[in-house]
């Protein structure tokens, strides 16, 4: 791959810098989706950080936040430093929390930190986002809450710190729970 971008081959064009930074992304995303190891990781993050690098040029918060989010994804998959994963995520879901339009990523971000802090077997940091998460979501209106399918994850999240009040709580008053189905391509939510 190229070695990314430098200061001399920066497009000055809005749209190719655009076009550039999706390069980037799908680049990475594709050894990402390899997840064969440190190798595929490792290139992954060549082209994320690329990518981070090109939205740090630019100043672009929406860009910014897809690369960072990026970044973490690559450290949860990889679950050697979990700490670097609850940053960068937290970094990018403070970033999303700027982008308008935005809101169900933000939130769905804020979920995952909680889950990194549950893998770095750090229960008061979950239970600090997941609760700060809850308030936030309960004050969305119905139909608002509905639209996020990510929400029988943090029941689970919870579950697994040992919250139980806090799952049930999840379960009762964020969830339709008719809507809630085993998916076997992720997690057995009714299980």
């Given at each position: 791959?190229?070695?990314?971008?430098?200061?001399?081959?920066?497009?000055?064009?809005?749209?190719?810098?655009?076009?550039?930074?999706?390069?980037?992304?799908?680049?990475?995303?594709?050894?990402?989706?390899?997840?064969?190891?440190?190798?595929?990781?490792?290139?992954?993050?060549?082209?994320?950080?690329?990518?981070?690098?090109?939205?740090?040029?630019?100043?672009?918060?929406?860009?910014?936040?897809?690369?960072?989010?990026?970044?973490?994804?690559?450290?949860?998959?990889?679950?050697?430093?979990?700490?670097?994963?609850?940053?960068?995520?937290?970094?990018?879901?403070?970033?999303?929390?700027?982008?308008?339009?935005?809101?169900?990523?933000?939130?769905?971000?804020?979920?995952?930190?909680?889950?990194?802090?549950?893998?770095?077997?750090?229960?008061?940091?979950?239970?600090?986002?997941?609760?700060?998460?809850?308030?936030?979501?309960?004050?969305?209106?119905?139909?608002?809450?509905?639209?996020?399918?990510?929400?029988?994850?943090?029941?689970?999240?919870?579950?697994?710190?040992?919250?139980?009040?806090?799952?049930?709580?999840?379960?009762?008053h964020l969830v339709r729970r008719p809507a809630i189905v085993n998916?076997?391509?992720?997690?057995?939510?009714?299980?």
């Amino acid at each position: 791959g190229s070695a990314g971008p430098t200061p001399f081959h920066i497009p000055t064009d809005p749209a190719a810098r655009t076009a550039l930074f999706r390069h980037y992304i799908r680049t990475g995303n594709r050894f990402y989706a390899e997840k064969a190891g440190y190798t595929s990781f490792r290139k992954s993050l060549h082209y994320f950080d690329s990518a981070q690098a090109l939205a740090n040029l630019t100043g672009d918060t929406a860009m910014l936040a897809d690369a960072v989010f990026a970044r973490g994804r690559v450290y949860d998959a990889w679950n050697r430093e979990p700490l670097q994963t609850v940053r960068f995520f937290t970094e990018a879901a403070a970033l999303l929390a700027r982008v308008p339009g935005r809101r169900a990523e933000h939130l769905y971000v804020r979920q995952l930190v909680a889950h990194a802090y549950e893998k770095a077997h750090d229960t008061t940091g979950a239970l600090r986002v997941l609760r700060s998460l809850y308030a936030e979501t309960i004050a969305l209106p119905p139909a608002a809450r509905d639209t996020l399918r990510f929400l029988p994850e943090g029941a689970l999240i919870a579950t697994g710190v040992g919250a139980f009040s806090l799952a049930d709580s999840i379960l009762a008053h964020l969830v339709r729970r008719p809507a809630i189905v085993n998916d076997p391509e992720s997690y057995p939510y009714l299980d």
